[in-house]
Structure formats: structure tokens, C-alpha cells
């Protein structure tokens, strides 16, 4: 099974749970975005704010002098995905089929839209360097965390 399959099929899995991140996640994730971040990353579903630890903590073992700008790059990688307010199936059908709706061409477009959250979130200029440069150093080794 190719990387990106795989990558999809362990989200998918791991996307069944409603199970919202434990009180440890929580404070750690809380030590690393502005407040108003942490705000906008609340509005992420409990799956999706999991996810986003679980990169977040992958890629700062990937890169251990990372900075707090960096890390919250990281949890905020998938922010955007909140304006599509796409269920589970709904986000496998758009993904399968692509973006032939309106909300199905947001979640395809969910990190040009994250980053304009997190610009009005008050993020760093260093954070929104990385959320809108893909190929950014930093932002390279986010999508590795996020592939593992």
C-alpha cells in the first residue's frame, strides 16, 4: 500500500474516536499557541485536535531546537479544515472524488483558508511563514511528521 494510502487509512481509523484529547495534551498544546490560536484550535474536532498533537509531537522529535512558532505551525497545519465542517464520510468522499461542492472545495483548500484563521487568530509572522510556504523548511518536515 502506497504512503499516502496508508497515511489516509490510519486517519480514517483514528477519526471513529469522539475521544477528545487528555488533560496532559491539552496543557502541552496550551504552552505552545497564543491564546488566540488556541482558540481557533478548540474549533477543531476532538479527531482532528489529536491529530494535530500527534504531528506536533512528531515533529518536535524530528526537529528538537524547534521554536514555539514552529511547534504551532504544527498544531495548526490542519486549522482550516474547520470552515468545510465536514464529517468523516463526507471528508472520505471529498478526498475519493474531489472538490465538486462548495464546502468539499474548502477541505481541499484548508490550508490557504487555516492560514487566514490563524492571521486573524494573531499568529506570529514566523507561523504564518511556514502555514503559507510549502516549501519551507519547516513546513516540509511538518507534512513528514504528518506522514508517518
Not at 2 to 9: D, T
Not at 21 to 46: K, Y
Request: proline letters at 5%; charged letters at 30%; a positive charge.
Amino acid at each position: 500500500m502506497n504512503r499516502r494510502v496508508s497515511h489516509l487509512a490510519k486517519r480514517w481509523w483514528s477519526s471513529l474516536s469522539r475521544r477528545a484529547p487528555g488533560a496532559r495534551d491539552l496543557d502541552w498544546t496550551s504552552g505552545q499557541l497564543l491564546p488566540g490560536e488556541f482558540d481557533l484550535w478548540s474549533r477543531m474536532r476532538a479527531p482532528d485536535r489529536r491529530h494535530s498533537i500527534l504531528v506536533a509531537r512528531r515533529f518536535a522529535d524530528l526537529r528538537p531546537t524547534s521554536i514555539r512558532d514552529e511547534v504551532a505551525a504544527a498544531l495548526l497545519h490542519d486549522v482550516g479544515k474547520i470552515d468545510s465542517d465536514l464529517g468523516t464520510g463526507e471528508r472520505v468522499l471529498a478526498t475519493v472524488l474531489g472538490p465538486r461542492t462548495d464546502r468539499w472545495r474548502r477541505y481541499h483548500d484548508h490550508e490557504r483558508i487555516g492560514a487566514h484563521l490563524c492571521r486573524d487568530a494573531g499568529s506570529t509572522t514566523t507561523t504564518l511563514e511556514i502555514l503559507t510556504d510549502p516549501d519551507h523548511p519547516v513546513a516540509r518536515m511538518i507534512r513528514m511528521a504528518d506522514d508517518i
